[in-house]
């Protein structure tokens, strides 16, 4: 059967975004040409892949099962066109990665820039969220988590920075009025600003203080998912809201400049800083390689 790679490519990025114009702007092609590519691939497969409504497109039984094959084997595909690649004096093509938005806010940018500028033939994707996802199902060459989050099978990279704390904070004015807590059980008794991930699970806010673990479950007015939607946990604890708790990185610039105060910061908890993972069973593509050599070369 004589199936042309780029229709292939067409019904898997038409698929993954879940219509033809949402695969044009997430390939950068036109919706019509995505939509002659698929027709052509179900005409020489014999099979309808897509069923197409107005306002829809869903998979079929049989478009399901050859996504599931097919991101893999293309990715496959794609690594050994890199091998290749790796050959020129520069590597070049994409390079794509899947991270939580802490990562693309507090990691990537102490390092993209100069990547970036060290390798102009490579483009770098970031797809960030919260949620862990299959990197090579999901299209990514790699993806960054923390160690409690990577699979057995992976390959995993330090990044970034190697020890990291949860800090907490208000503003002067929330403390003045409601009092500054001295022991964590003390937030018991505050309007605390809390935050779950999108699979809805809501983490406890954990304390540790000369070996003792302090696990607390407050109670507030504001909920909002992890990563995406903390800024606005951020904005509300500067208006006076309430306690919020988050990476001391992300709150260092709003202490620095004083419309947030830490609180309890002797019970503040180090936590181990990330790792770029990947899969250790397939070629590692020319422009991820790059990577790898260059987050190396930057921690010596």
């Known amino acids: 059967m004589n199936v042309e790679l780029g ?15 949402e695969g044009a702007r997430a390939s950068g092609g036109s919706a019509s040409r995505l939509s002659e590519a698929v027709r052509r691939l179900e005409t020489q497969l014999g099979v309808r892949l897509l069923n197409r ?5 869903a998979l079929t039984d049989a478009g399901v099962g050859l996504l599931a094959r097919l991101g893999p084997a293309l990715n496959e595909v794609e690594a050994a066109l890199d091998v290749v690649n790796g050959y020129r004096d520069r590597p070049a093509g994409t390079l794509r990665l899947n991270v939580p938005v802490s990562a693309a806010r ?4 102490s390092i993209v820039p100069g990547f970036l500028a060290a390798y102009p033939g490579i483009r770098l994707e970031v797809i960030a969220e919260e949620s862990f996802v299959d990197v090579l ?9 923390y160690d409690e989050r990577l699979e057995q099978d ?5 990044i970034g920075p190697r020890l990291q704390r949860f ?6 004015a929330y403390l ?15 309007a605390c600003l809390r935050g779950r991930f999108a699979s809805g699970a809501m983490p406890p806010w954990e304390f540790e203080r000369a070996g003792e673990v302090v696990r607390v479950d407050p109670k507030g007015p504001l909920l909002v998912t ?4 903390a800024d606005l946990a951020v904005d509300a604890a500067i208006a006076g809201t309430g306690l919020v708790s988050l990476f001391e990185d992300w709150l260092r610039p709003y202490f620095e400049s004083g419309v947030l105060e830490p609180v309890l910061e002797p019970w503040w908890q180090s936590f181990p800083g990330p790792f770029l993972y990947y899969p250790g069973r397939r070629l590692v593509p020319a422009p991820l390689r790059a990577f790898i050599d260059f987050i190396k070369d930057s921690r010596t």
Do not use: K
């Open 167 to 172: 800090a907490t904070a208000a503003s002067p």
């Open 154 to 158: 992976m390959i995993a990279v330090p």
């Open 106 to 109: 507090l990691v990537l940018p």
């Open 176 to 190: 003045d009025r409601h009092g500054r807590p001295e022991h964590p059980r003390d937030l018991l008794g505050h």
């Open 7 to 21: 229709d292939l490519n067409a019904f898997l990025a038409v698929a993954r975004a879940g219509g033809f114009r």
């Open 226 to 229: 992890l990563g995406g939607a």
């Open 53 to 57: 409504t107005t306002r829809s497109v």
């Open 137 to 145: 199902a999901a299209g990514c060459d790699a993806g960054i988590r």
